[in-house]
């Protein structure tokens, strides 16, 4: 039974700026008797394609003006596309303007994103903006009901397919999806054009905000499988997971995605050899080493038992070393920059493993705007690019680090930056020896980490605290000397924190009592 709401297509409107598949797909209308009305580089490239069209400006009887600016803004293409069917009145219109009916409009608009992206100057980008192309696409999906709207070449076969099965006419129901699509479309370029203005202006909260996104992935499920979810890709321009080639196992879950990119963004911080193994949101271990194998075994060993089933991140392509010893243990995800082909042959025989290679490391120092839902809105704040170098430091204890002491603390308060507050992070050598996070008092995550601690020593049969001689990192002040003190009663010799709290002379009063060097950092790192 054919379908009631098939509508036949007989006239196009052709003009695009991606002229992918568009040859093609001028033959299969053409071949089934669709004129073609087109435009500009559009119809050239339909006729040397050998499809004959009609230029735009021969149906309007007006010329292209202004460069080419002005050329589809007429009533007789808008009056074509916009007339219902269905409305008498409408057709009596068309038929004493002499305008014919337009069943289907095939545009793309003019490349602003990809100008923008490519470091295109104001006046480039202004001209990149479309202003015919969207007024096209939004007509002719307000009219979804009569017309058929193409705005993405990936998308020309669902219309050729139907045109195939349904006599050349086009359902109602792809027309609606198509209609979706195109909306959307035009709202995500108009969202890029919006936000780029304001930055041109140095605007960097609008009074209205505007986001799109490209779907990548519709996920298994959420956070929890009674939740739905969805991968998006905004225009950021920032190596991650959404830039990331996935090479082998499993589907990505919502929570390997999060903690992927939570890991990746830690270990870009490095300049040296790094890796992290980071579970649920948190790292459980960060190490440099002279070679990613070394940083591997080094992260390893601060927490082994959270690792199981972890994410592991490098700062440096994925080697066969490193990933013969990964390998020995049960992981979820591994994302580097790149992976070797002999990494892969390996990581290869275990099938289950999520390797990715992300294709480049994201800049800690750039700008960008991260979001977070709220219930009826959503707090937008800046990336935390913030860096506390060795000549930021203000000793405020007696006794001053030592060279090698402060270049842990400098380690301790990057890796603290990347774990859940409060957060306490013990480390030597460039290696965190235990992590307390997300603990509601920071003298429990002070605790938390000095267990954590003795109990990853007693397991690997060691004798000595793995805490003495460590250094401490706070990512906020210490509101109370106790977790101070619980640093220093574990062996740590100094400690970073900012400073601001109430009780920073007491504070600095117990690092005195035991000998502790105590230096306040300019900056806070809570992550919440």
């Known amino acids: 039974m054919a379908d009631p709401g098939a509508t036949p297509i007989k006239r196009a409107l052709v ?13 299969f209308l053409a071949e089934r008797g669709v004129e073609i009305l087109s435009t500009g580089g559009s119809a050239e490239a339909l006729r040397k394609g050998g499809v004959p069209v009609t230029e735009v400006a021969a149906a309007t009887g007006h010329p292209e003006i202004l460069g080419g600016r002005v050329k589809t803004l007429h009533p007789k293409i808008h009056g074509g596309i916009l007339a219902r069917r269905d409305d008498p ?14 069943d289907l409009v095939v545009v793309n608009l003019y490349p602003f994103e990809a100008t923008l992206a490519s470091g295109g100057d104001v006046a480039a980008c202004i001209e990149n903006i479309d202003i015919g192309g969207p007024t096209l696409i939004r007509a002719a999906a307000k009219n979804h009901g009569f017309v058929t709207v193409l705005v993405n070449p990936a998308d020309y076969p669902l219309v050729t397919a139907e045109m195939t099965e349904n006599g050349n006419a086009t359902t109602a129901a792809l027309r609606r999806r198509l209609a979706a699509l195109a909306f959307s479309r035009t709202a ?8 780029w203005l304001s930055q041109v202006q140095g605007e960097l909260f609008p009074h209205r905000l505007v986001m799109a996104g ?21 225009s950021e321009s920032r190596f991650g997971v959404a830039t990331a080639i996935q090479l082998q196992g499993k589907e990505l879950s919502y929570n390997n995605l999060n903690d992927t990119d939570a890991a990746f963004e830690c270990v870009a911080e490095f300049a040296a050899p790094a890796c992290v193994v980071l579970k649920h949101a948190n790292p459980c271990g960060v190490a440099l080493g002279a070679t990613p194998a070394e940083a591997w075994a080094r992260a390893l060993a601060c927490d082994p038992v959270s690792a199981f089933g972890g994410v592991v991140a490098f700062n440096r392509p994925l080697d066969a070393e490193t990933a013969r010893e990964v390998a020995k243990i049960f992981t979820e995800v591994v994302i580097a920059p790149r992976v070797e082909d002999a990494a892969r042959a390996i990581m290869g025989e275990k099938k289950n493993v999520r390797v990715l290679e992300a294709g480049g490391l994201p800049v800690p120092s750039q700008t960008g705007l991260l979001v977070r839902s709220l219930a009826g809105g959503f707090l937008v704040q800046t990336r935390d690019t913030g860096k506390t ?3 930021d430091l203000k000793t405020v204890s007696k006794r001053a680090p030592e060279a090698k002491e402060t270049e842990d603390l400098l380690f301790a308060f990057v890796v603290a930056k990347h774990v859940k507050s409060n957060a306490v992070v013990f480390a030597r050598d460039k290696a965190t020896v235990a992590i307390g996070a997300g603990q509601m008092s920071r003298v429990d995550a002070a605790r938390m980490a000095v267990l954590k601690a003795l109990d990853a020593a007693g397991k690997a049969g060691e004798t000595h605290a793995r805490t003495e001689g460590s250094v401490v990192a706070s990512d906020a002040f210490f509101p109370f000397p106790d977790a101070l003190v619980v640093a220093a009663e574990a062996g740590a010799t100094a400690v970073i924190a900012p400073g601001g709290s109430l009780r920073d002379a007491e504070v600095i009063a117990a690092a005195d009592e035991r000998g502790l060097a105590f230096v306040h950092a300019p900056l806070r790192h809570f992550r919440h």
């Open 15 to 27: 003009s695009v700026s991606d002229k992918t598949g568009v040859v093609a797909l001028g033959r």
């Open 89 to 102: 009145a409408h057709m009596a219109e068309l038929a004493a303007q002499g305008i014919a009916p337009i």
């Open 188 to 195: 995500a370029y108009d969202a890029a054009i919006s936000t």
């Open 214 to 234: 490209t779907r990548q992935q519709i996920l298994r499920y959420g956070e929890n499988p009674h939740q739905s979810a969805a991968f998006y890709a905004s």
């Open 389 to 391: 170098e060795a000549r």
